[in-house]
């Protein structure tokens, strides 16, 4: 196969590219994180970041973990920014390589803040991010006429990692649709937040689990038994909860499943309830 033609922007010495490298399929990578991977004096990669993606940077390519996966002991965010810095001082090509996209809910913004402090010039290359790519890799749609025009995305816990400095009511309020990062943990006060803000108790509710790589698995329920039925599965995180009617699309739309021999619905919209909202 003929190499395909890489859009090769420079990627001077002694800069950081702050890149995002997707939810875990090689394939959902960008053309320019493809080249970063494959140019980079050092590469330094978050947890989040999947082998299948980390393999198409050279094998002697130095790599350094930042990984933060609550719970276990990890670098400090200051201490990470602060490597980056010292790497590119070092006159390196810095990679540095983060789950999702990096201006979404992964503290890119504070290590961009850094490098700007530091006078440390860099490139932010975006990436598809969990929110987004794990829902259609599930074979939900973000948005879809018949049910929503509005979408939040939120993360399942605030600064303090609770969750109580989030306005639930008023994301009750919100979007029809609501996409949660991070919100294994608190699923159960979650729920019951949405629930005292309006949210029906049979509304939908799909976790998405390792989006996109080949463990990826799908829960399907709905708000009021949700975070029972996740403590009764062996549904590990990452994973993306998505609350909403979108969440009835997937019997028509689950195409990963289809290819696995599901037999889709061709007309799933016959179950959603329509958005009226215009
Ligand atoms: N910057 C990342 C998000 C980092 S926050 C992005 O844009 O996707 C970490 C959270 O992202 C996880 O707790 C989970 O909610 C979500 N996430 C990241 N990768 C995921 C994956 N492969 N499958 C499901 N959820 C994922």
Not at 82 to 89: I, K, M, T
Not at 173 to 195: D, F, N, S
Not at 261 to 275: E, F, W
Request: glycine share 12%; with cysteine.
């Amino acid at each position: 196969m003929n190499e395909p033609l890489l859009p090769k922007v420079d990627f001077p010495p002694g800069s950081v590219w702050l890149t995002g490298a997707g939810p875990g399929d090689a394939g959902l990578l960008t053309l320019h994180a493809l080249h970063g991977l494959r140019s980079a004096d050092v590469i330094v990669y978050d947890a989040l970041v999947s082998d299948d993606v980390l393999a198409l940077a050279p094998g002697d390519t130095p790599r350094e973990y930042a990984g933060k996966r609550g719970g276990k002991p990890s670098p400090k965010q200051a201490d990470i920014s602060l490597r980056l810095v010292q790497l590119a001082r070092q006159g390196k090509r810095v990679l540095r390589l983060k789950g999702g996209d990096p201006f979404v809910f992964g503290r890119g913004g504070e290590e961009a803040l850094t490098l700007v402090r530091e006078g440390i010039p860099f490139r932010v290359i975006p990436g598809v991010t969990a929110g987004i790519g794990g829902l259609a890799y599930a074979g939900i749609p973000l948005t879809h006429r018949d049910t929503n025009h509005a979408v939040t995305m939120i993360t399942g816990h605030d600064a303090t990692g609770d969750v109580t400095g989030i306005d639930w009511k008023a994301v009750a309020k919100g979007a029809p649709v609501l996409v949660i990062y991070m919100a294994i943990k608190h699923l159960e006060r979650i729920a019951v937040e949405l629930m005292a803000g309006g949210r029906s108790p049979d509304e939908p509710v799909a976790l998405v689990s390792n989006a996109s790589t080949p463990d990826q698995r799908v829960l399907e329920t709905v708000l009021s038994r949700c975070a029972a039925d996740v403590e009764a599965s062996d549904l590990k995180p990452p994973a993306i909860v998505v609350v909403g009617e979108v969440v009835k699309l997937r019997c028509g739309l689950d195409w990963l499943g289809a290819s696995a021999g599901r037999i889709l619905d061709p007309d799933p919209l016959s179950r959603v309830r329509r958005d009226e909202t215009g």
